[in-house]
């Protein structure tokens, strides 16, 4: 340790300079600076600490304030993508059916109709139209039904074969002539019946000879 005063080397832990008598404070200041290097340190850690512990507060703080917002938005408002049920006024319906309205009653069902038999008649002249009788049975008579017959000749379609409301005669016929004169006979007619609310219930295709006339099938 050296004299702060004449600058000689006295023994370490020496109070007073051998040589001039001057008070040593060296390790007395070096021991008070070493104690307040450690103090700031100390306060140095404190203070990283206390950044360390608000840095957590806050990270808490936002993942509620996160947690509280979205569980909020999907559970705190109702679903209305599917109907809320009343259970005090659901009930089962026990009721009966609806009636059929008087039209329906009044009108036997078509569901087992079908075309048994019938004939076709063409007469000679350019204006002359094609007549179809067609036979489903007097037990169909008063009958709403519609029809369509498609006629050709050569593989070539005569007219567009326009569905036709008919009733059933009572004779169990149903009579359709065709909306336009052919320039020619046809050789060939396809018949579709449907009942009233246009459901096919029959088909039947016919060969005939190109001429005048009647023919049956």
Do not use: W
């Not at 295709?205 to 099938?217: W, Y």
């Amino acid at each position: 340790m050296r004299c702060p005063n004449c600058d000689s080397e006295n023994n370490e832990g020496a109070k007073f300079c051998k040589k001039c008598g001057t008070p040593l404070k060296e390790k007395t200041i070096s021991h008070e600076s070493m104690i307040n290097s450690m103090n700031k340190d100390k306060s140095g850690d404190n203070t990283t600490k206390y950044i360390i512990v608000a840095l957590v507060v806050v990270a808490i703080v936002l993942a509620g304030a996160f947690a509280y917002i979205y569980g909020f938005g999907n559970n705190g408002s109702q679903d209305t993508s599917a109907p809320v049920v009343d259970n005090d006024k659901a009930s089962v319906d026990n009721s009966e059916p609806a009636q059929a309205s008087q039209s329906s009653q009044s009108t036997p069902s078509t569901s087992s109709m079908s075309i048994e038999s019938g004939s076709f008649s063409t007469g000679g002249g350019l204006n002359d139209k094609t007549y179809a009788s067609i036979y489903v049975g007097p037990e169909h008579a008063g009958e709403k039904v519609k029809i369509q017959i498609f006629y050709s000749r050569d593989g070539s379609t005569l007219n567009n074969g326009n569905m036709v409301p008919k009733t059933v005669d009572s004779s169990g016929y149903i009579e359709v002539a065709s909306a336009d004169a052919y320039k020619y006979f046809p050789d060939y007619a396809e018949i579709n019946l449907f009942d009233n609310s246009g459901n096919l219930l029959d088909t039947q295709s016919v060969s005939l000879s190109p001429e005048k006339g009647t023919q049956t099938f």
